[in-house]
């Protein structure tokens, strides 16, 4: 099937599903050409944007030490006592001040560790049983290193709880529980309990790689922050935040300021910020992820230019997800770009008061599955490009929208044009929309597979009529629940379909059907209407077009 529209033939198609049974699914193998080649390039577009952004600092021997140069530093209510050099204590504060590997255990009631060494090499901190709280500070403050490895001690359970309300207000003030000026990298296979009670949970300056263990941030501001990158090889991470639950924001470098979710189980808590925001790209390759943001999907966000961004992921960059299965509730965008968004595989379950998925320029979706249970509207960006993937959508407004973002209605007699492009080469699409199901506000085609669109005669439209696979279309009447038919002259049936609405029009395209040839088209077994392929009983150009929502 090749099946075009252009702007207003668009919105005809769009508006049959728009109050109708708003479904609209169009199916084809997923052995045509267009899929195929997207199919190869699956396994490479992660790798790729990763490629172009600033490498891990992390290497796997960067955990490895030799058990007898272990300095042990044992923590003891308001002191502390070390084992070896390279640890100076001073009452409650304890400070590691060169390279090496240092196994803490004990509690300080109101003191801090700090890591100032400005020599050369690695600096690795055993956490076995360590809680640390300060009453002015962080509980950790790496002030000065090469890199930092914490290592979560085997069956440790350790907790980390800075002060209530010092001050970070000075360029470069520390803000955090776990404060670091320097790479740093959690592992091992213990737990982290960590309570950030005036700004952040987990910050790091420079890079973040988080390799395994179990850990649990609870944040007045960000959860887990790394300002160059945020990168989770696996573990298991629970974060509850006032601002956003797992961030990076160097907004100075395009290399930098991404975050990388390879494995592990995921869960965000977001009361008033996103869930995670990449100031560049996030990719995820893998991990189950479960986000929710300001408290879910019961509500569209504020328009206000000062409201919190409320996302559950939220690229400034490119964003990739090749696998993985993410779960997301939030007020505002589920999946958000400012740029573009690539869908490779995985499984994502959505629910949103505003958009599933948002790419303000390009959206792709190469593989996966998408079910998107509630939302103002399903896919939107200025050009969609759905090449293959399971893709089941309820929306309040439209369900796919293929839109620039103005905000205005491309109608020709107001001299407006619009670029906005859908395409649809592959998958298995259906939506329930309350608004348009497919809306774009340039040109659409959809190639390969069968094409079913019930919804309102009132502003229904047909494809074109050189379109290379044949269509039908009918007005008719049928209620939610009723089955309409298509059939040939004989009586042979070629399709059926439930509708989930009250529907006055319907558009069908299959390879079954031949331009030209008479079809008859009849509800729950009743009489039939008989119907001309590629001959239009809607509107034409002259029809109604229907306005791009909000972004």
Not at 1 to 18: D, G, I
Not at 392 to 418: F, H, R, W
Request: proline fraction near 2%.
């Amino acid at each position: 099937m090749n099946l075009s529209w252009q702007k207003r033939l668009a919105a005809l198609a769009v508006a049959a599903t728009l109050t109708g049974c708003g479904a609209t699914t169009a199916s084809s193998p997923t052995t045509t050409a267009s899929a195929q080649a997207a199919a190869t390039s699956v396994s490479s577009s992660a790798q790729s944007v990763l490629a172009d952004n600033k490498d891990s600092h992390y290497k796997a021997s960067d955990l490895d030490y030799e058990a007898s140069s272990v300095v042990t530093v044992t923590l003891s209510g308001s002191s502390a006592s070390a084992s070896g050099p390279g640890v100076g204590i001073d009452g409650s504060t304890v400070t590691i001040t060169e390279p090496g590997t240092y196994e803490v255990s004990g509690q300080l009631t109101d003191g801090r560790l700090v890591v100032n060494s400005t020599a050369s090499g690695e600096t690795r901190i055993i956490l076995d049983g360590a809680d640390i709280t300060s009453s002015s500070g962080p509980a950790i403050d790496i002030q000065a290193a090469d890199e930092v490895n914490v290592i979560l001690a085997d069956g440790s359970q350790n907790t980390l709880t800075d002060g209530s309300g010092y001050d970070t207000s000075a360029d470069g003030a520390a803000n955090a529980a776990l404060y670091s000026r320097a790479d740093l990298t959690i592992a091992g296979t213990g737990s982290l309990s960590v309570d950030g009670r005036t700004n952040d949970g987990i910050a790091s300056t420079d890079g973040l790689v988080i390799v395994s263990g179990t850990i649990r941030v609870q944040a007045i501001d960000d959860g887990i922050r790394g300002k160059d990158y945020v990168i989770v090889e696996d573990g298991t991470i629970n974060v509850t935040s006032g601002g956003d639950g797992i961030k990076s924001d160097n907004s100075q470098d395009s290399t930098r300021g991404y975050v990388d979710i390879e494995n592990g189980t995921i869960a965000v808590n977001a009361t008033a910020g996103d869930g995670v925001d990449a100031t560049s790209d996030f990719v995820q390759t893998g991990a189950s992820l479960t986000i929710t943001t300001a408290g879910g999907s019961s509500s569209r966000p504020s328009d206000s230019t000062d409201a919190a961004s409320t996302k559950g992921i939220k690229a400034g960059a490119q964003l990739v997800i090749s696998d993985g299965t993410d779960t997301i509730t939030s007020s505002d965008d589920a999946v958000h770009s400012n740029d573009t968004v690539q869908i490779d595989g995985g499984t994502l379950k959505l629910s949103t008061g505003d958009d599933a998925i948002h790419a303000d320029n390009a959206l792709t979706t190469n593989g996966g599955t998408i079910d998107v249970t509630a939302s103002y509207e399903g896919l939107e960006s200025n050009a969609i490009t759905l090449n293959a993937a399971t893709i089941n959508i309820t929306s309040s407004d439209d369900g796919i929208n293929a839109s620039d973002g103005s905000g205005e209605a491309d109608d020709p007699g107001a001299g407006s044009a619009s670029n906005s492009t859908m395409v649809i080469t592959g998958g298995a699409i259906t939506v329930d929309a309350g608004g348009d199901g497919l809306d774009s506000n340039g040109a659409m085609t959809i190639s390969g597979g069968t094409l079913f669109a019930a919804g309102s005669s009132g502003m229904a439209e047909s494809p074109d009529t050189d379109s290379s696979q044949a269509w039908l279309q009918s007005e008719l009447t049928a209620s939610a629940g009723q089955s309409v038919t298509i059939s040939t002259t004989d009586g042979t049936q070629i399709a059926s379909y439930t509708v989930a609405k009250a529907t006055g029009n319907i558009v069908f395209s299959s390879s079954a059907i031949s331009a030209g040839s008479s079809y008859l088209v009849s509800v729950n077994g009743g009489s039939a209407t008989t119907v001309t392929a590629n001959q239009s009983t809607g509107n034409t150009m002259g029809g109604a077009m229907g306005a791009p929502g909000p972004r």
